[in-house]
């Protein structure tokens, strides 16, 4: 049996966690921690602790640039695994519509698709106030 597949299982499990991966379907970009702390309004430690499950259980991938980390999606070849990921695509997208649009807002303040802004800044709530 493939353990990490189980693994991932167990780790898409998690409420945050899914949110996590199920933006990372479908928004098709990287995502740093910063961002992902600002989208999902968690700590940095429980937001470092959710990317890092799911690259442990072999859905995402990390890499380091500058003092920031992006996880994006991890490619996958087997049958059972594109299967999984596709499952995620398919939930329903009024159930991620909120984490959505703080995703999409906070990638908005991106300069060249880089992050340039810490998490929780001035800036962010300057755009979550605005709603």
Known sequence: MDEKYIDALKALSEPNRLRLFWLLV?????????????????TQYNVSRNLK?????????PKKQGKWVYY???????P???YLVESI???PEKN???VTKRCLKRLSMRVND??????????????????
Do not use: P
């Not at 479908?26 to 992902?36: F, G, L, P, T, W």
């Open 26 to 42: 479908h928004i098709d970009k990287r995502i740093s921690v910063a961002e992902a702390m600002d989208v999902i309004g968690d």
């Open 96 to 98: 991620f519509s909120d």
């Open 72 to 78: 994006t999606l991890n490619e996958h070849k087997l």
């Open 53 to 61: 499950m799911l690259y442990k259980s072999g859905l995402l991938t």
């Open 114 to 131: 880089e992050c340039v802004i810490g998490a929780d800044s001035d800036e962010w709530q300057s755009i979550i106030a605005r709603k």
């Open 89 to 91: 695509k398919m939930l």
């Open 80 to 82: 059972h695994w594109k």
